[in-house]
C-alpha cells in the first residue's frame, strides 16, 4: 500500500525517484510500471493492476452519460505508462504541465495510488485538508472509521 509523504526533486528532464517504501510493494516489484494520469492540481500514479480495475470499471460504465464523458476525456485519458528504471519513473512534460509541477515536488501515500504534488500546491492543500478533517469528524464515523 502507498502510504507516508515524501519530499522529493524532479531533474530537467522530468525524472523523479520513486521512495523505497513504494518499490518494495509486490505488484511493482512484479512489473517495474507506473500509470500515471491528471487530476485536480496533482498527479495520480497507480500501479498497473489497480489502474486495470479502474479501466475494467470504466469500460462497464455508459457511454451516454457526460459526467462519465468528462471522467473519461480527463482523467482516463491522460494516463501515461512510466517504467520504473533504476528508481526513477520520468514524468511526461504534458503531464508536469497540466499538475504545475517545478521542482520540488511531494508524493502523498493514498493506500491505492500515490499523489505527485508540487510542493507549493501541496503545502496550501495540506492546509485545507487538516482544516477540512477538523470538521469532518461525524461523517467520518457515519463510514465506520
Not at 18 to 34: G, H, T, V, Y
Not at 36 to 61: G, P, S
Not at 67 to 86: M, W
Request: glycine content about 6%; some cysteine.
Amino acid at each position: 500500500m502507498f502510504n507516508g509523504r515524501f519530499n522529493h526533486t524532479l531533474d530537467e528532464k522530468g525524472r523523479l525517484a520513486i521512495p523505497a517504501r513504494f518499490k518494495d510493494i509486490p505488484s511493482l516489484q512484479e512489473n517495474p510500471c507506473l500509470m500515471v494520469t491528471n487530476h485536480i492540481n496533482c498527479l495520480w500514479a497507480f500501479t498497473k493492476d489497480e489502474w486495470q480495475i479502474i479501466e475494467d470499471h470504466v469500460a462497464k460504465l455508459p457511454l451516454m452519460n457526460n459526467n462519465l464523458s468528462s471522467l473519461r476525456r480527463y482523467f482516463i485519458s491522460g494516463a501515461k505508462e512510466c517504467v520504473i528504471k533504476q528508481g526513477r519513473i520520468t514524468l511526461p512534460p504534458d503531464l508536469r504541465e497540466i499538475a504545475g509541477l517545478q521542482k520540488d515536488v511531494m508524493l502523498v501515500g493514498g493506500i491505492k495510488y500515490f499523489e505527485i504534488w508540487d510542493k507549493s500546491r501541496w503545502d496550501e492543500e495540506f492546509i485545507r485538508a487538516r482544516e477540512e478533517f477538523q470538521v469532518s469528524g461525524p461523517a467520518l464515523a457515519d463510514l465506520g472509521i
